[in-house]
C-alpha cells in the first residue's frame, strides 16, 4: 500500500474514532428511551433507575474523550519551558529566521528553550489541524550545548520540514491525530471505575488500530524531514546532526546522574544556573571520543510498536546515501550552537526555576567543588561502616570469648573503630576468622565457604577500608575535591596514595593480611585531628 493510500485510510480512521463517541452517545440516548417508555413501564422503577445512571455515568466518560481529543491540538501555556523572545535571543532567531526563509515557510509565533535532549514544533489546532495556525517551536539547553551551529541548521530544517508537509498536508493531520488519540485513551486511563474501564477498552482498542495504520505515515513523515534537511542545510550537517542525538542523550544522563544529582545524599544542590548548565562544562571539557565514549557498549532503546521515528541509525544512514553536495566544508565550523543564546547563566537559571520542583528548588546550593568534597565523605562513610560495624561486633565477641555465630547484638555508632583499630583487629587474625562472617551478605552467598567465600566478600572489605582511608586523608587535609570533568567526580589523593593505595589495600586483604604497606602510607598522613572538614562517623 502506498504512502497516500495508507494516510487516507489513517485519516479515515481518525474521523471514526471522533464519530465512534457521537455513535455510542446515540446508542446509549435511544437504550434509556427503550427502558424508561418501554422495558420498565410503571414496574421496577428502581432498575431502570440504576441502569440510566449507568448509561449516564459511560456517557460523561464518552464526552469527557471527546473532549479531550478536541483539546490535544491546542497550545497551552509551556510551564516548563523559558520563552526566549526575539529581542532577548537575536542571534538565535536569526538562525531560526533564516531556516525558515530557506524552506519556504512562515517561522514559529514563539520560541521556547527547554531542558532536554530535543527540539520539536507544534501549531495551534483548528479544525483538527485543515487550517494553519500559531507555531510553537522547542529547542534543548542541552541540545545546542552538544550541537554546532551548521549541525543546529539541519535540526532547525528537518523541524521546519514537519511544518511544511512535504509529502501531503493530511500526514499532518494523523500526526497531529496521533497526538489526539493518545491523549484520550490516557483520559480514560486516569480513571478506574468500572464505567471509565469499560468505554476505555473500547477507545484503546481502536487506538490501537488507529496507531498501527498512521505509524507507515508517521515514519515517511521523518524520512522526508530528513531530506528535506539534508537539501537545505546540507547533506554532511543533518548526518552528523543525527549521529550526535544518541551520543548527547547519553553524556546528558550522564551528566545528570554522575553531576547534577551529586548531593541527592546530601540533600543539596550545585549552584544556580549550573544543574543544567554545569552539562556545557562537562562538554567543553571532554573532546569528541570521550563524549562519544559515554554511549559506547550502551544499547540503543527497543523501538515501541507505534514509534513513528525510525531508528536512528536507518535514518543516519538513508541521509548519507543522498548524493554529495558539496557542502561537507560548512562543518568546519566548530562553534557550538548555545553561543548563539545570549546570558546563558540567567537562561540556566531560569530554566531551573520552571523545572524543579518547588521542594527540590528550596534545597541548599554548593559549589561544585564543596559539591564533590562533601559527597566524598558520604560515600566514604557509606563504604566503610560495613566494615567497622562488623570490625566491633567481632572485637566484642573476641573480648567475650565467644564465636563467630553470636548473636550480633546493637552497635553503637559512637563507638565504631578507626582505620588503625581495624588494622589491628587484621593482624590479629579476626579478618577471615571473625569479620569476614559479620560483613552483611546475601543469604545465598552466606552458604560459600573456604576460598569462594573470602573472594567474595573481598572486595566489600577492600571497599571498607578504601572508605576508611580517604576520611582519614579528608581529615588530615590531604585530599582534595576534584569535579573531573573529564571523567568522574571524586578526591585528589597525594602522589604517593594514588601510586600504591591499592596495592597496600590488596596485602591488607589478603589471604594472609599484611598491614604493613597501609601503615607505612598512613605515617605520612600526619595526625588524624589534624584541620579539615567536619566528618560524620558512624
Known amino acids: 500500500m502506498g504512502l497516500r493510500l495508507r494516510v487516507l485510510r489513517a485519516f479515515v480512521l481518525l474521523a471514526g474514532f471522533f464519530l465512534m463517541g457521537f455513535v455510542l452517545l446515540a446508542a446509549m440516548g435511544v437504550l434509556d428511551w427503550l427502558l424508561v417508555t418501554r422495558v420498565f413501564v410503571d414496574r421496577a422503577a428502581w432498575a431502570a433507575a440504576t441502569l440510566v445512571t449507568g448509561t449516564l455515568v459511560v456517557a460523561l466518560a464518552i464526552l469527557q474523550g471527546m473532549f479531550a481529543f478536541l483539546r490535544a ?93 512535504l509529502d501531503t498536508r493530511l500526514g499532518g493531520i494523523i500526526m497531529r491525530g496521533r497526538a489526539a488519540v493518545l491523549h484520550t485513551v490516557d483520559v480514560f486511563g486516569r480513571n478506574d471505575t468500572y464505567f471509565h474501564r469499560a468505554v476505555g477498552l473500547l477507545y484503546v482498542t481502536y487506538a490501537h488500530l488507529f496507531l498501527r495504520s498512521s505509524q507507515a505515515a508517521g515514519r515517511e513523515q521523518e524520512r522526508a524531514a530528513d531530506r528535506t534537511a539534508a537539501r537545505h542545510a546540507g547533506r554532511d550537517a543533518t548526518a552528523a546532526a543525527l549521529r550526535a542525538l544518541p551520543v548527547l542523550d547519553a553524556a546528558h544522563d550522564h551528566y545528570l546522574t554522575a553531576y ?93 526555576a520552571c523545572t524543579l520542583p518547588v521542594e527540590a528548588a528550596q534545597l541548599p546550593r554548593l559549589g561544585w567543588d564543596d559539591l564533590v568534597m562533601a559527597r566524598a565523605v558520604i560515600d566514604a562513610e557509606e563504604w566503610a561502616r560495613p566494615l567497622r560495624v562488623a570490625v566491633a561486633r567481632a572485637v566484642r565477641a573476641e573480648e567475650a570469648g565467644t564465636e563467630g555465630g553470636a548473636p550480633a547484638g546493637p552497635v553503637d555508632s559512637d563507638a565504631l573503630p578507626g582505620l588503625e583499630e581495624v588494622l589491628d583487629a587484621f593482624d590479629r587474625g579476626l579478618l577471615w576468622r571473625e569479620i569476614a562472617e559479620r560483613m552483611p551478605k546475601h543469604h545465598q552467598a552466606a552458604r560459600l565457604t573456604g576460598a569462594s567465600a573470602r573472594n567474595f566478600i573481598r572486595p566489600r572489605v577492600f571497599d571498607g577500608l578504601a572508605g576508611l582511608v580517604h576520611l582519614r586523608l579528608v581529615q588530615a587535609g590531604q585530599a582534595a575535591p576534584d569535579v573531573a570533568w ?53
Not at 542541552?142 to 528537518?158: D, I, N, S
Open 73 to 165: 491540538g491546542r497550545l497551552e501555556t509551556e510551564p516548563h519551558a523559558v520563552a526566549a523572545g526575539a529581542d532577548d535571543q537575536p542571534e538565535l532567531w536569526d538562525l531560526v529566521r533564516a531556516a525558515a526563509e530557506a524552506m519556504g515557510e512562515r517561522p514559529p509565533d514563539e520560541l521556547y528553550l527547554t531542558a532536554d535532549v530535543n527540539a520539536a514544533v507544534a501549531e495551534q489546532s483548528r479544525l483538527l489541524g485543515l487550517l494553519p495556525g500559531r507555531r510553537r517551536m522547542y529547542l534543548g539547553l542541552p541540545l545546542l550545548t552538544g550541537l554546532t551551529v551548521p549541525q543546529l541548521r539541519g535540526v532547525l530544517a528537518h523541524e521546519f520540514g514537519h511544518y511544511a508537509h
Open 260 to 352: 547534577a544529582a551529586m548531593g541527592e545524599p546530601l540533600g543539596a544542590l550545585p549552584r544556580r544556573g549550573e544543574v543544567y548548565g554545569g552539562f556545557r562544562r562537562m562538554v567543553d571539557a571532554r573532546s569528541p571520543d570521550g563524549i562519544a565514549e559515554l554511549s559506547s557498549g550502551r544499547r540503543p532503546p527497543r523501538p515501541h510498536r507505534y514509534d513513528s521515528h525510525p531508528p536512528i541509525a536507518e535514518r543516519v544512514a538513508a541521509v548519507e546515501a543522498l548524493p554529495d553536495d558539496g557542502r561537507a566544508a560548512e562543518l568546519d565550523d566548530t562553534r557550538s550552537a548555545l553561543t548563539l543564546v545570549r546570558r546563558g547563566e540567567e537562561v540556566f537559571t531560569a530554566l531551573e
Open 486 to 538: 573529564s571523567g568522574r567526580p571524586g578526591l585528589a589523593l597525594p602522589e604517593e596514595w594514588e601510586k600504591g593505595m591499592d596495592d597496600a589495600l590488596d596485602a591488607a586483604v589478603a589471604d594472609t593480611p599484611d598491614s604493613a604497606p597501609l601503615r607505612a602510607l598512613l605515617a605520612g598522613t600526619g595526625s588524624a585531628s589534624a584541620a579539615g572538614p567536619a566528618l560524620r562517623t558512624g
